[in-house]
């Protein structure tokens, strides 16, 4: 709608949103960064899926399942390289919610260094024109 590229980082506020963002930079670290959208849809519904009748090996059958669908190592299948990748794109995710003061999701962070503020605007057609209005103030 902002007729701007958006990327995604993670703010892991608490220890599922941890899990998740490691189960999504798995992905991405073995696809350039881009995962498939229907990977990212069964990666989610994964996350969301918390029943409390799957065994911890039951879910992590599902999880090994989802990747392999796409020929993809799951987080157990990872090798230390891979798993160093993931920590070092959690730390950066880290840093940057840090240094924006991030405190809520989902947030909007254009140019590094204007937060949107979901809040004050009144529809997603309103918050689109100014993310894409402060897209393209040059930088300063």
């Known amino acids: 709608i902002a007729g701007v590229e958006i990327d995604k980082v993670h703010v892991t506020f608490?220890?599922?949103?941890?899990v998740a963002a490691y189960i999504f930079y798995t992905a991405a670290i073995q696809t350039n960064g881009a995962p498939e959208p229907a990977l990212m849809?069964?990666?989610f519904a994964y996350v969301q899926d918390a029943s409390d009748t799957v065994t911890e090996e039951e879910r992590k059958s599902q999880l090994t399942g989802i990747f392999k669908t796409y020929n993809l190592a799951s987080p157990y299948e990872l090798t230390e390289?891979?798993?160093?990748?993931i920590y070092q794109k959690l730390s950066e995710a880290e840093q940057l919610v840090s240094s924006a003061e991030i405190a809520s999701v989902p947030a909007f962070?254009?140019?590094g260094k204007y937060l949107v503020e979901s809040?004050?605007?009144?529809s997603i057609?309103?918050?689109a024109n100014t993310?894409?209005?402060l897209s393209k103030l040059e930088s300063k």
């Open 81 to 85: 390289e891979q798993h160093k990748q």
């Open 131 to 133: 993310i894409s209005y």
């Open 125 to 127: 057609e309103d918050m």
């Open 41 to 43: 849809e069964a990666l």
């Open 119 to 122: 809040s004050a605007h009144e």
């Open 109 to 111: 962070l254009v140019q």
């Open 14 to 18: 608490n220890q599922s949103a941890q």
